[in-house]
């Protein structure tokens, strides 16, 4: 059976973000799980605020090529979303956006998000841990066609969720990430 390859995506450049360390603790948990993981920063994809004329003129930009390619050579895709007025942030909607208008030869528009599965995670300060921003990835997801596993991760005080080796304290947490990693990994195999 092939060991799937997970892509993970925190949607955050914020220095010190507790998306991006919640996305490396994720990543080390699929890296004990045995597969194969790759913990990628937006800011190696730097995409202008998606315009329909820009698009018309230049076409999709390499980077929003690249970001698909790189969701591509991967069997399933984990993304960490930091919560903005109970929504995503602009930086995630914005990359989902240019790359479903990418097209690739012989590839349906969109493909990359039918053929492998998603999960979804959130880190916040408050006590919903960004609840909302799930509620709204998942519906982009969907729209998108994707296949979203049920499990999820909404990480609440995320400022003190960590002890000084960088591991989540809490157990429910502990036990919330590990349930999602198995189910992206199990629904990734299936979908190979
Ligand atoms: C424009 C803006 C809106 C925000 N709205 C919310 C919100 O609706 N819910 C919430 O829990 N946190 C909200 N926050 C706080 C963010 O969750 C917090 O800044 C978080 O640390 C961002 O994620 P990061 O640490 O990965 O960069 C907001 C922050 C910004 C900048």
Redesign the pocket.
């Given at each position: 059976m092939t060991a799937p390859r997970i892509l993970v995506i925190?949607?955050?450049?914020?220095t010190?973000?507790?998306?991006?360390?919640?996305a490396a603790a994720a990543a080390h948990e699929f890296a004990q799980a045995g597969v194969g993981v790759t913990r990628i920063s937006l800011a190696d994809f730097p995409l202008p605020l998606y315009d329909g004329d820009l698009q018309a003129k230049s076409g999709v930009p390499k980077q929003a090529v690249n970001l698909k390619r790189m969701m591509g050579t991967h069997h399933g895709v984990l993304i960490?979303?930091?919560?903005?007025?109970?929504?995503v942030?602009p930086l995630l909607k914005n990359a989902i956006d240019w790359v479903t208008r990418v097209q690739e030869p012989q590839e349906a528009r969109g493909q990359v998000f039918r053929e492998r599965p998603f999960a979804i995670a959130?880190?916040?300060?408050?006590?919903?841990?960004?609840t909302?921003?799930l509620a709204a990835l998942r519906l982009i997801l969907s729209a998108c066609q994707a296949t979203v596993i049920a499990s999820q991760l909404a990480l609440s005080f995320?400022?003190q969720a960590y002890d000084e080796m960088d591991r989540l304290k809490n157990p429910a947490d502990t036990e919330a990430l590990k349930a999602l990693v198995r189910q992206l990994i199990d629904v990734s195999q299936r979908m190979i």
């Open positions: 925190p949607g955050s450049l914020r010190g973000s507790h998306n991006v360390r919640l960490v979303t930091p919560e903005y007025n109970a929504s942030p959130a880190a916040s300060e408050g006590r919903l841990g960004g909302r921003a995320a400022d």
